[in-house]
Nanobody
Framework: QVQLVESGGGWVQAGGSLRLSCAAS????????MGWFRQAPGKDRDFVAV????????YYADSVKGRFTIARDNDKDTMYLEMNSLKPEDTAVYYC???????????????????WGQGTQVIVSS
């Protein structure tokens, strides 16, 4: 059974930092692009970042570019999202996801992901 478990969310003041983790079990992540999404109350689930299979390449939403960094440790089947210079508008539930194995690793639509974690809440206060 595939499980993705996020951790590291919490409350932080604007300008602060958080590091999210996503631990996979039942799945060897070195075969899949891995992504982060977020969903604020009453809004759609939005793309945040995606990492290529090897972790050597990444793609970010414009809203987080320069502030967030996605990383992965394939040996540990774990992915990370380092979030710096956080803003109140970053407040959301953050989800990690394993994408479909395809030639194009820049998967930005939720429909392109097969497996999802349960989410971790991030609250940024002003």
């Amino acid at each position: 059974q595939v499980q993705l478990v996020e951790s590291g969310g919490g409350w932080v003041q604007a300008g602060g930092s958080l590091r999210l983790s996503c631990a996979a079990s039942g799945l060897t992540i070195n075969k899949y692009p891995m992504g982060w999404f977020r969903q604020a109350p009453g809004k759609d689930r939005d793309f945040v970042a995606v990492s290529s299979v090897t972790g050597q390449s990444a793609y970010y939403a414009d809203s987080v570019k320069g502030r967030f960094t996605i990383a992965r440790d394939n040996d540990k089947d774990t992915m990370y999202l380092e979030m710096n210079s956080l803003k109140p508008e970053d407040t959301a539930v953050y989800y990690c996801a394993a994408g479909r194995a395809k030639a194009n690793w820049r998967l930005i639509s939720p429909q392109e992901y097969n497996y999802w974690g349960q989410g971790t809440q991030v609250i940024v206060s002003s």
